[in-house]
Protein backbone atom coordinates (compact mmCIF):
# COMPACT_ATOMS: atom_id res chain seq x y z
CA UNK A 1 0.00 0.00 0.00
CA UNK A 2 0.92 3.61 -0.17
CA UNK A 3 2.29 5.30 2.44
CA UNK A 4 -0.20 7.96 3.93
CA UNK A 5 0.89 11.27 4.40
CA UNK A 6 -1.52 13.49 6.25
CA UNK A 7 -0.54 17.30 7.22
CA UNK A 8 -2.40 18.80 9.79
CA UNK A 9 -2.22 22.69 9.91
CA UNK A 10 -4.41 23.06 13.26
CA UNK A 11 -5.74 26.34 13.71
CA UNK A 12 -3.52 27.66 10.47
CA UNK A 13 -3.33 30.33 8.69
CA UNK A 14 -5.08 33.19 10.21
CA UNK A 15 -6.73 33.91 6.12
CA UNK A 16 -7.53 32.29 3.36
CA UNK A 17 -5.00 34.41 0.90
CA UNK A 18 -2.68 32.62 3.43
CA UNK A 19 -4.31 29.03 2.96
CA UNK A 20 -4.22 29.16 -0.64
CA UNK A 21 -0.85 30.28 -1.05
CA UNK A 22 0.57 27.38 1.05
CA UNK A 23 -2.08 24.71 -0.69
CA UNK A 24 -0.52 26.07 -4.34
CA UNK A 25 2.54 26.01 -2.55
CA UNK A 26 2.48 22.14 -1.86
CA UNK A 27 0.78 21.49 -4.72
CA UNK A 28 2.86 23.79 -7.01
CA UNK A 29 6.25 21.11 -5.78
CA UNK A 30 4.17 17.84 -6.17
CA UNK A 31 4.69 17.32 -9.40
CA UNK A 32 6.26 14.09 -10.94
CA UNK A 33 5.97 12.37 -6.64
CA UNK A 34 4.40 9.02 -6.86
CA UNK A 35 3.82 6.34 -4.63
CA UNK A 36 2.28 8.16 -2.13
CA UNK A 37 -1.06 9.58 -0.81
CA UNK A 38 -1.18 12.84 0.55
CA UNK A 39 -4.03 14.16 2.46
CA UNK A 40 -4.51 17.68 4.03
CA UNK A 41 -6.45 18.62 6.88
CA UNK A 42 -6.88 22.62 6.59
CA UNK A 43 -9.54 23.97 9.17
CA UNK A 44 -12.99 24.07 8.23
CA UNK A 45 -13.47 27.46 7.02
CA UNK A 46 -11.25 26.64 4.00
CA UNK A 47 -12.39 23.44 3.25
CA UNK A 48 -15.31 24.81 0.38
CA UNK A 49 -12.19 26.25 -1.40
CA UNK A 50 -10.06 23.41 -1.42
CA UNK A 51 -13.51 21.16 -2.33
CA UNK A 52 -13.75 18.81 -4.56
CA UNK A 53 -16.87 19.37 -5.89
CA UNK A 54 -18.89 15.84 -7.24
CA UNK A 55 -21.51 18.07 -9.39
CA UNK A 56 -18.81 20.25 -10.87
CA UNK A 57 -16.64 18.72 -13.83
CA UNK A 58 -12.88 18.63 -13.26
CA UNK A 59 -11.94 21.60 -15.17
CA UNK A 60 -14.09 24.06 -12.94
CA UNK A 61 -12.86 22.89 -9.98
CA UNK A 62 -10.61 25.59 -9.14
CA UNK A 63 -8.03 23.58 -6.32
CA UNK A 64 -7.88 20.17 -5.08
CA UNK A 65 -9.62 18.72 -7.82
CA UNK A 66 -7.35 18.27 -10.57
CA UNK A 67 -4.43 16.99 -8.54
CA UNK A 68 -5.39 13.63 -7.72
CA UNK A 69 -2.12 13.24 -5.27
CA UNK A 70 -3.95 16.12 -2.97
CA UNK A 71 -6.99 14.79 -0.78
CA UNK A 72 -9.06 16.58 1.43
CA UNK A 73 -9.63 15.98 5.25
CA UNK A 74 -10.77 17.39 8.52
CA UNK A 75 -9.34 18.07 12.12
CA UNK A 76 -12.66 16.85 13.74
CA UNK A 77 -15.92 15.94 13.23
CA UNK A 78 -19.56 15.71 15.22
CA UNK A 79 -21.36 12.44 15.76
CA UNK A 80 -24.51 13.95 14.78
CA UNK A 81 -25.49 14.61 10.73
CA UNK A 82 -27.95 17.32 11.83
CA UNK A 83 -30.02 18.83 14.54
CA UNK A 84 -29.73 21.53 17.25
CA UNK A 85 -25.77 21.32 17.51
CA UNK A 86 -24.35 24.96 17.89
CA UNK A 87 -21.25 24.92 16.78
CA UNK A 88 -20.67 21.43 15.32
CA UNK A 89 -19.99 20.14 11.96
CA UNK A 90 -21.07 16.80 10.69
CA UNK A 91 -19.38 14.05 8.72
CA UNK A 92 -21.97 14.27 6.14
CA UNK A 93 -21.22 18.01 5.96
CA UNK A 94 -17.61 17.06 5.40
CA UNK A 95 -18.28 14.55 2.69
CA UNK A 96 -20.42 16.80 1.02
CA UNK A 97 -17.60 19.38 0.47
CA UNK A 98 -15.29 16.83 -0.74
CA UNK A 99 -13.21 15.67 2.52
CA UNK A 100 -12.68 11.87 2.63
CA UNK A 101 -10.85 11.59 5.36
CA UNK A 102 -11.30 13.11 8.81
CA UNK A 103 -9.02 13.18 12.38
CA UNK A 104 -10.88 11.56 15.55
CA UNK A 105 -9.09 12.10 19.04
CA UNK A 106 -6.18 14.41 18.52
CA UNK A 107 -4.55 14.70 21.87
CA UNK A 108 -5.11 18.50 21.63
CA UNK A 109 -8.87 17.55 21.24
CA UNK A 110 -8.43 15.00 24.19
CA UNK A 111 -6.70 17.48 26.42
CA UNK A 112 -9.83 19.68 26.08
CA UNK A 113 -12.14 17.31 27.60
CA UNK A 114 -13.07 15.25 24.19
CA UNK A 115 -12.71 11.48 26.06
CA UNK A 116 -12.77 8.03 24.44
CA UNK A 117 -17.05 7.77 24.73
CA UNK A 118 -17.39 10.54 22.37
CA UNK A 119 -14.50 9.30 20.28
CA UNK A 120 -16.12 6.00 19.41
CA UNK A 121 -19.44 8.32 18.71
CA UNK A 122 -17.39 10.17 16.22
CA UNK A 123 -15.57 7.42 15.14
CA UNK A 124 -18.99 5.75 14.15
CA UNK A 125 -20.57 8.80 12.60
CA UNK A 126 -17.63 9.20 10.27
CA UNK A 127 -17.89 5.84 9.30
CA UNK A 128 -21.22 6.03 8.29
CA UNK A 129 -20.97 9.41 6.09
CA UNK A 130 -17.96 7.29 4.39
CA UNK A 131 -15.55 9.20 5.65
CA UNK A 132 -12.08 7.66 6.46
CA UNK A 133 -11.47 8.11 10.22
CA UNK A 134 -7.75 9.03 11.70
CA UNK A 135 -8.05 7.50 15.11
CA UNK A 136 -5.36 9.27 17.35
CA UNK A 137 -4.00 7.46 20.24
CA UNK A 138 -0.91 8.21 22.06
CA UNK A 139 0.23 8.12 25.52
CA UNK A 140 1.37 10.76 27.74
CA UNK A 141 4.91 11.31 29.62
CA UNK A 142 3.60 10.11 32.84
CA UNK A 143 2.12 6.69 31.10
CA UNK A 144 5.54 6.60 29.53
CA UNK A 145 7.24 7.04 33.05
CA UNK A 146 5.11 4.29 34.45
CA UNK A 147 5.47 2.36 31.67
CA UNK A 148 2.08 1.86 31.27
CA UNK A 149 2.00 2.45 27.14
CA UNK A 150 0.77 -1.27 26.27
CA UNK A 151 -1.77 -0.51 29.09
CA UNK A 152 -3.18 2.82 27.58
CA UNK A 153 -3.31 2.40 24.08
CA UNK A 154 -5.17 -0.71 24.22
CA UNK A 155 -7.49 1.39 26.78
CA UNK A 156 -8.05 3.90 24.09
CA UNK A 157 -8.05 1.63 21.12
CA UNK A 158 -10.88 -0.55 23.03
CA UNK A 159 -12.68 2.57 23.58
CA UNK A 160 -12.48 4.51 20.40
CA UNK A 161 -13.13 1.33 18.19
CA UNK A 162 -15.74 -0.11 20.17
CA UNK A 163 -18.26 -1.88 18.41
CA UNK A 164 -16.94 -1.29 15.43
CA UNK A 165 -15.73 -4.85 14.77
CA UNK A 166 -19.27 -5.53 13.76
CA UNK A 167 -20.34 -3.47 11.37
CA UNK A 168 -19.45 -4.04 7.43
CA UNK A 169 -16.67 -1.82 7.81
CA UNK A 170 -13.45 -1.56 4.80
CA UNK A 171 -11.05 -2.56 7.39
CA UNK A 172 -8.46 -0.79 5.28
CA UNK A 173 -10.24 2.83 5.53
CA UNK A 174 -10.12 2.84 9.44
CA UNK A 175 -6.28 4.40 10.29
CA UNK A 176 -4.96 4.54 13.19
CA UNK A 177 -2.48 7.29 14.21
CA UNK A 178 0.36 6.81 16.79
CA UNK A 179 0.82 10.46 18.51
CA UNK A 180 2.97 10.43 21.65
CA UNK A 181 1.45 13.23 23.12
CA UNK A 182 4.55 14.18 25.02
CA UNK A 183 6.17 14.22 20.94
CA UNK A 184 3.25 16.31 19.43
CA UNK A 185 4.05 19.74 18.78
CA UNK A 186 7.15 19.81 21.41
CA UNK A 187 10.17 19.26 18.32
CA UNK A 188 10.87 15.76 20.43
CA UNK A 189 10.02 13.22 18.30
CA UNK A 190 9.80 9.49 19.56
CA UNK A 191 12.88 7.32 18.67
CA UNK A 192 12.02 5.18 15.69
CA UNK A 193 13.14 2.27 18.04
CA UNK A 194 10.26 3.22 20.90
CA UNK A 195 7.68 4.06 18.15
CA UNK A 196 8.32 0.72 16.69
CA UNK A 197 7.61 -1.09 19.96
CA UNK A 198 4.50 0.92 20.22
CA UNK A 199 3.79 0.17 16.70
CA UNK A 200 3.65 -3.96 17.24
CA UNK A 201 1.49 -3.20 20.64
CA UNK A 202 -0.75 -1.38 18.24
CA UNK A 203 -1.47 -4.22 16.18
CA UNK A 204 -1.12 -7.08 18.67
CA UNK A 205 -4.02 -5.11 20.66
CA UNK A 206 -6.27 -4.89 17.02
CA UNK A 207 -5.89 -8.14 15.91
CA UNK A 208 -6.98 -9.04 19.69
CA UNK A 209 -9.80 -6.76 19.26
CA UNK A 210 -11.21 -7.97 15.31
CA UNK A 211 -10.22 -11.37 16.29
CA UNK A 212 -8.64 -11.60 12.66
CA UNK A 213 -4.88 -11.37 12.24
CA UNK A 214 -4.60 -10.73 8.60
CA UNK A 215 -7.37 -8.51 8.35
CA UNK A 216 -6.32 -5.77 10.69
CA UNK A 217 -3.07 -5.98 9.19
CA UNK A 218 -4.57 -4.20 6.79
CA UNK A 219 -5.38 -1.30 8.88
CA UNK A 220 -3.13 1.55 8.36
CA UNK A 221 -0.84 2.42 10.91
CA UNK A 222 0.79 5.96 11.03
CA UNK A 223 3.67 7.85 13.00
CA UNK A 224 2.62 11.36 14.38
CA UNK A 225 4.80 13.95 16.79
CA UNK A 226 7.37 16.50 15.38
CA UNK A 227 8.73 14.58 12.23
CA UNK A 228 10.76 16.33 10.44
CA UNK A 229 12.43 15.90 6.82
CA UNK A 230 15.51 14.06 8.57
CA UNK A 231 13.60 11.53 10.28
CA UNK A 232 10.44 11.27 8.28
CA UNK A 233 11.86 8.06 6.01
CA UNK A 234 13.09 6.08 9.42
CA UNK A 235 9.18 5.51 10.29
CA UNK A 236 8.50 3.74 7.54
CA UNK A 237 11.40 2.06 7.42
CA UNK A 238 10.12 0.79 10.62
CA UNK A 239 6.96 -0.54 9.28
CA UNK A 240 4.40 2.80 9.90
CA UNK A 241 2.07 3.26 7.06
CA UNK A 242 2.55 6.75 6.73
CA UNK A 243 3.29 10.04 8.57
CA UNK A 244 0.50 12.75 10.33
CA UNK A 245 2.11 15.84 10.22
CA UNK A 246 1.56 19.29 12.47
CA UNK A 247 4.06 22.03 12.44
CA UNK A 248 6.24 20.79 9.37
CA UNK A 249 2.95 20.73 6.67
CA UNK A 250 3.06 24.56 6.88
CA UNK A 251 6.34 24.97 5.59
CA UNK A 252 5.82 24.07 1.52
CA UNK A 253 9.46 23.11 2.05
CA UNK A 254 9.92 21.40 4.37
CA UNK A 255 6.78 19.09 3.95
CA UNK A 256 7.42 18.75 -0.02
CA UNK A 257 11.01 17.34 1.39
CA UNK A 258 9.13 15.16 3.22
CA UNK A 259 7.02 13.45 0.89
CA UNK A 260 9.91 13.11 -1.09
CA UNK A 261 11.58 11.02 1.55
CA UNK A 262 9.29 9.12 1.92
CA UNK A 263 8.50 8.54 -1.65
CA UNK A 264 11.67 6.82 -1.86
CA UNK A 265 11.39 5.28 0.95
CA UNK A 266 9.75 1.90 -0.03
P1 LIG B 1 3.54 18.07 15.11
O1 LIG B 1 1.98 17.74 15.17
O2 LIG B 1 4.07 17.44 13.85
O3 LIG B 1 3.61 19.57 15.10
O4 LIG B 1 4.15 17.47 16.32
C1 LIG B 1 1.49 16.46 14.92
C2 LIG B 1 -0.01 16.47 14.94
O5 LIG B 1 -0.64 17.48 15.20
O6 LIG B 1 -0.65 15.49 14.69
Known amino acids: MKPLIVANWKMNPQSLAEAKRLFNSVKKRLKNIKNVEIVICPPFVYIPTFQYSYREP ?6 GASIPTIKLGAQNCFWENSGPFTGEISPLMLKNFGCQYVIVGHSARREMGETDETINKKIKAAIRAKLKPILCIGETKKVKKKKEIFKILKKQLRAGLKGIGNWKLKIENLIIAYEPVWAVGTGN ?3 TKGAKISLFMIRKIISQLFNHPALS ?20 K ?9 GASLNPQEFIKIVKE ?4 R
Do not use: H, M, T
Not at 58 to 63: I, K
Not at 238 to 243: M, R, S
Not at 262 to 265: E, H, M, N, Q, T
Open 217 to 236: KKIKIIYGGSVNSKIARDYI
Open 58 to 63: EPSVRY
Open 189 to 191: PCQ
Open 262 to 265: ISKA
Open 238 to 246: AGFDGLLIG
